[in-house]
């Protein structure tokens, strides 16, 4: 275990590159059909393969951003909020002027209710609230402050949706994604106590039984459930399972085989280069998604193999996407001043 935290987990890594490569997925396809709504027959398809990838996200994001309270100092604190003002407030700042003035017609809307980039803005929000639960840890010397919030995170997605379901928000809660960012804390909050309790979760996580309910119960709600519900509180437990598991599938199968991706085939290394340009994909890949909206009709109402056609076209066309996002990404970063100041990247991490 101490080995491990020593070098950069590969099949980490690899695992991020997976869910970006995912995200890309997800929206390449609604620009030619809205799934599941209108072909139910790739409906469970689709959550099998996108159900997990936000949860992944903020798990892993989580999982990097826990320190034990001693290592807490003013310095770090001003470090660390340096590089996530750089990242998720300035980076989210440029992108979303550049995407008013290309996709939105010169419309600038920094918080809007259907901002491309919530993710940035859950995440700021998280952070925050962690590091300053995260001062008072250190100021008080105990943890409880730490389990309230986690038992917090838990209980608030379900109040929070149960209490709203049909009522029109306030502006300031729509614009600044409490939605999102409520639904997706647990996920973080998992990925603190992970790395809290880090020999615990592997030993979890690697053991049989464990994998065998993660795995069967996945494929299980996919099946049974994959497809969109009207909101109730049953199918909003049913989606949180069905996240949380497909999240423990993937992180089960990835550390299975840690050890191929260890050996830097060209595909492992692939993958985990990927994976380490998240942030990068995110920003800009939708400037490079083409409306294919022509295609609808055929892959909506077509022949049974259109399920292949869909996944056909939805792979090969994110794979050029993200292509093209790591190239302006390599021409960004060969500036350290941008690689700092729109994704965070120290020195290191500018090549």
């Known amino acids: 275990m101490k080995y491990e935290l020593k070098k950069r987990l590969r099949y980490i890594d690899a695992m991020r590159g997976l869910a970006i490569f995912l ?88 918080f809007w209710t259907s901002n491309p980039y919530w993710f940035t803005i859950s995440l700021f929000e998280m952070f925050v609230v962690y590091l300053a639960v995260a001062l008072i840890v250190r100021k008080t010397g105990s943890e409880v ?68 309910l993660m795995i069967v119960g996945f494929f299980s709600l996919v099946l049974f459930y994959g497809c969109r519900h009207k909101y109730s509180l049953e199918w909003d437990f049913v989606a949180t399972a069905m996240r949380f598991s497909g999240l423990m599938t993937l992180l089960i199968t990835f550390r299975s085989y840690r050890e191929w991706f260890d050996k830097g085939t060209p595909v492992s290394n692939c993958m985990s280069f990927v994976g380490s340009r998240t942030l990068d994909i995110y920003y800009l890949h939708y400037f490079f998604i083409p409306n294919l909206a022509f295609m609808k009709g055929f892959l909506s109402s077509g022949p049974g193999n259109s399920i292949i056609a869909m996944l056909t076209i939805g792979l090969g066309i994110s794979a050029l996407v993200i292509a093209l996002c790591l190239l302006v990404s390599a021409v960004l970063r060969s500036s350290p001043f941008l690689s700092s100041w729109l994704f965070g990247a120290n020195a290191k991490q500018a090549a």
């Open 145 to 212: 402050p730490l389990y309230v919030l986690l038992g917090v995170s838990f209980v608030a997605p379900f109040v929070f949706n149960y209490f709203t379901e049909g009522v029109k928000l306030p502006r300031l809660v729509v614009e600044f994604q409490t939605w999102h960012t409520l639904n997706y804390w647990p996920y973080f909050m998992m990925g603190i106590f992970a790395r809290r309790f880090e020999s615990f979760t592997w030993k979890m996580v690697d053991n049989q039984y464990f994998k065998a």
């Open 23 to 110: 995200v890309v997925f997800s929206h390449v396809t609604n620009a030619y059909v809205k799934m599941p709504i209108t072909n139910a027959s790739f409906s469970g398809v689709y959550y099998m393969m996108t159900m997990f990838r936000m949860p992944l996200f903020f798990f892993v994001s989580g999982f990097f951003a826990f320190r034990m309270a001693e290592k807490w100092t003013w310095p770090t604190v001003g470090r660390v909020m340096t590089k996530k003002f750089q990242a998720q407030i300035v980076g989210l700042a440029v992108f979303s002027f550049l995407y008013g003035a290309c996709m939105r017609g010169w419309k600038f809307y920094f």
